[in-house]
């Protein structure tokens, strides 16, 4: 039975980092995570390989985010930094079920955090 | 980059209807990487239409992919209550990863 379980909701002030756990159980090839800003549509962030901890970052996001796991807990991390208002969304992990899938077949329940000063 | 791009943004359509929904790629896409979402309001996307045609596990019957190239549909045979939501399509490439489109919010008329 394949779960991912987001951390919480959390508030932080512009310019502060935020950090996203997402606690896996049955196998993941590959974790994704994917944003939503409110009101507006999916933007993908970035990769990484729970296995290796290969990551691979969206153009826009790279500088800005770090991808991790902890296999001992079988927990991803995504880490946002110098956060500003516009990075307001639902930050989601998503699931790859294998190598050149190119699709998210699970998905957390997601994951509010709020840019605000 | 791959921009991929919805049509209609709306649709307004009863239940028993048959729904059509469109996602155009800015340039060829793999077949195998076009992929389709439902979302409902509060909820994560869920997936329905994997390899442009292939249904995702536990999707009813009555939702269909096609399309090939720079053109692909959704298609929802005869719309239930449930079907209401957002969809979207999304694609991978080398170049840009993974692009989702903007949304095809389907609402009951």
């Known amino acids: 039975q394949v779960q991912l379980v987001q951390s919480g909701a959390e508030v932080k002030k512009p310019g502060a980092s935020v950090k996203v756990s997402c606690k896996t159980s049955?196998?993941?090839?590959?974790l994704h995570w994917v944003r939503q800003a409110p009101g507006q549509g999916l933007e993908w962030m970035g990769i990484?390989?729970?296995?290796?901890?290969?990551?691979i970052y969206a153009k826009k996001f790279q500088g800005r985010v770090t991808m991790t796991r902890d296999t001992s807990t079988s927990t991803v991390y995504m880490e946002l930094s110098s956060l500003r208002s516009e990075d307001t969304a639902v930050y989601y992990c998503?699931?790859?079920?294998?190598?050149?899938?190119?699709?998210?077949?699970?998905w957390g329940q997601g994951t509010l955090v709020t840019v605000s000063s | 980059e791959i921009v991929l791009t919805q049509s209609p943004g709306t649709l307004s359509l009863s239940p028993g209807e048959r729904a059509t929904l469109s996602c155009r790629a800015s340039?060829?896409?793999?077949?195998?990487?076009l992929a389709w979402y439902q979302q409902k309001p509060g909820q994560a996307p869920r997936l329905l239409i994997y390899?442009?045609?292939s249904r995702a596990t536990g999707i009813r019957d009555r939702f269909s992919g096609s399309g090939s190239g720079t053109d692909f549909t959704l298609t929802i045979s005869r719309l239930e209550p449930e079907d209401f939501a957002v969809y979207y399509c999304q694609q991978f490439d080398t170049s840009s990863k993974y692009t989702f489109g903007q949304g095809t919010k389907l609402e009951i008329k």
């Open positions: 340039q060829t896409v793999t077949t195998s990487s």
């Open positions: 998503a699931r790859e079920p294998a190598h050149d899938a190119w699709y998210f077949d699970y």
């Open positions: 390899a442009a045609s």
């Open positions: 049955g196998y993941t090839f590959n």
């Open positions: 990484i390989n729970p296995g290796s901890g290969g990551t």
